[in-house]
Nanobody
Framework: VQLQASGGGLVQPGGSLILSCAVSGFTSGPHGIGWFRQAAGKEREGVAYIHSSEGTTLFANSVKGRFTVSRDKAKDTVYLQMNSLTPDDTAVYYC????????????????WGKGTLVTVSS
């Protein structure tokens, strides 16, 4: 199983960015895809979740109303649309796959991709 997160970069406060997570080699049926982030000196935190078949989504309070998550089943890709970005959103963003009972808890996920850095700065 391979996950590849991409789309990170430098964006000004108030700006938007779309991250992608391409999943390959996963054949174990319906699953959850989580987006996590880790800022410098802080623990990794869950920010968004989507179920691969039901499309159910969940967001951390810190991003609710600003971030959306979607998936393209044909491309096995999940997207994280991030709007109204602030410097507090600066972090390395990761995507992960699993069958979480608690969708934003990182220990519930089995497969992780390498992160992509998002920097929000003027």
């Amino acid at each position: 199983v391979q996950l590849q997160a991409s789309g990170g970069g430098l964006v000004q406060p108030g700006g938007s960015l779309i991250l992608s997570c391409a999943v390959s080699g996963f054949t174990s049926g319906p699953h959850g895809i989580g987006w996590f982030r880790q800022a410098a000196g802080k623990e990794r935190e869950g920010v968004a979740y989507i179920h691969s078949s039901e499309g159910t989504t969940l967001f951390a309070n810190s991003v609710k109303g600003r971030f959306t998550v979607s998936r393209d089943k044909a491309k096995d890709t999940v997207y994280l649309q991030m709007n109204s970005l602030t410097p507090d959103d600066t972090a390395v963003y990761y995507c992960a796959v699993g069958w979480p009972s608690i969708p934003l808890l990182e220990s519930e996920y089995h497969y992780w991709g390498k992160g992509t850095l998002v920097t929000v700065s003027s």
